[in-house]
């Protein structure tokens, strides 16, 4: 249901410039953060829950952190 609704949304999902650096660093990538993290809602295995203001998403060992009410990318780390 969460996945579902994170989906349909996708086009809203964005992040600050603080939240694009504290991703880079904290998954070590050198990919654009806010692609990376729907890729990797995108994929079939991911899932995802809501706890307070945010969900949580859980794909390729990483938990992605955006609010459900802006659909702000927070942050995101190795599992």
Do not use: W
């Amino acid at each position: 249901m969460h996945r579902k609704t994170l989906l349909e949304n996708v086009e809203k999902i964005h992040t600050t410039e603080m939240g694009a650096e504290r991703i880079v660093r904290n998954l070590g990538i050198d990919e654009e953060p806010v692609s990376y993290c729907i890729s990797k809602l995108k994929q079939d295995s991911s899932s995802v829950r809501k706890e307070g203001k945010n969900y949580y998403v859980e794909a390729d060992g990483c938990i992605i952190t955006i609010n459900s009410s802006s659909f702000t990318l927070i942050t995101a780390h190795k599992l």
